[in-house]
């Protein structure tokens, strides 16, 4: 079966680190961007960050410049989000979504569930 | 940074209804758009790509239209499983959500 499952997601401390997985399976990875997307409960959609199958390219949303870092292990088939000085708006669900071509079109045709993390002292 | 906004925000119709949500861009995107839905408690799924290609699997009831700043989404005949909220995304650079549109049955 094909999908995205996240981890690493929970309670941290304003200040705190955090990071986050995605392991893929059914497919390989290593010929598409991959991204991670974060909603708040209620709320709507917010691209964090993506980067391309080479790790060449990177994306951030300016509220994570400087204190996110993605990553990812096309040997693992995995992605990685490192979150550093995190803050209360930092609170949300994380996917991480597949890009939907083999090309810099940054669209997503996959999601995984999305794992919790919550900024909080 | 490229801002989505949809309309309207919510909006009420019935099984059978010809519904149409709107997208606009603050600045022009070409046709790098995509539209989304999402049920409560799931991820989102992807309709259209390229403002107006459908993606495999996805109803032909589904249509996507639009170019530039301007982009319109419309379900043909509203069935009960389409009863939920859908989003736009622009790709021209990096990328941005609309809010999103609940679609509410009345």
């Known amino acids: 079966e094909v999908q995205l499952v996240e981890s690493g997601g929970g309670l941290v401390q304003p200040g705190g680190s955090l990071r986050l997985s995605c392991a893929a399976s059914?497919?390989?990875?290593?010929?598409?961007?991959m991204h991670w997307v974060r909603q708040v409960p209620g709320k709507g959609l917010e691209w964090v960050s993506g980067?391309?199958?080479?790790?060449?390219?990177?994306g951030y949303v300016d509220s994570v410049k400087g204190r996110f870092s993605i990553s990812r292990d096309n040997g693992k088939n995995s992605l990685y989000l490192q979150m550093n000085s995190m803050r209360a708006e930092d609170t949300a669900l994380y996917y991480c979504?597949?890009?939907?071509?083999?090309?810099?079109?940054?669209?997503?045709?996959?999601w995984g569930p999305g794992t919790l993390v919550i900024v909080s002292s | 940074d490229i801002q989505m906004t949809q309309s309207p925000s919510t909006l009420s119709a019935s099984v059978g209804d010809r519904v149409t949500i709107t997208c606009r861009a603050s600045?022009?995107?070409?046709?790098?758009l995509a539209w989304y839905q999402q049920r409560p408690g799931k991820p989102p799924k992807l309709l259209i790509y390229?403002?107006?290609t459908l993606q495999t699997g996805v109803p032909s009831r589904f249509s996507g239209s639009g170019s530039g700043t301007e982009f319109t989404l419309t379900i043909s005949s509203l069935q009960p499983d389409d009863f939920a909220t859908y989003y736009c995304?622009?790709?021209?650079?990096?990328?941005?959500f609309g809010q999103g549109a609940k679609l509410e049955i009345k």
């Open positions: 979504a597949k890009n939907g071509v083999k090309s810099d079109d940054w669209y997503f045709d996959l």
């Open positions: 059914g497919f390989t990875i290593d010929e598409y961007a």
């Open positions: 980067i391309s199958w080479n790790s060449g390219t990177t």
């Open positions: 600045q022009s995107i070409g046709s790098w």
């Open positions: 390229k403002a107006s």
């Open positions: 995304q622009q790709y021209n650079s990096y990328s941005t």
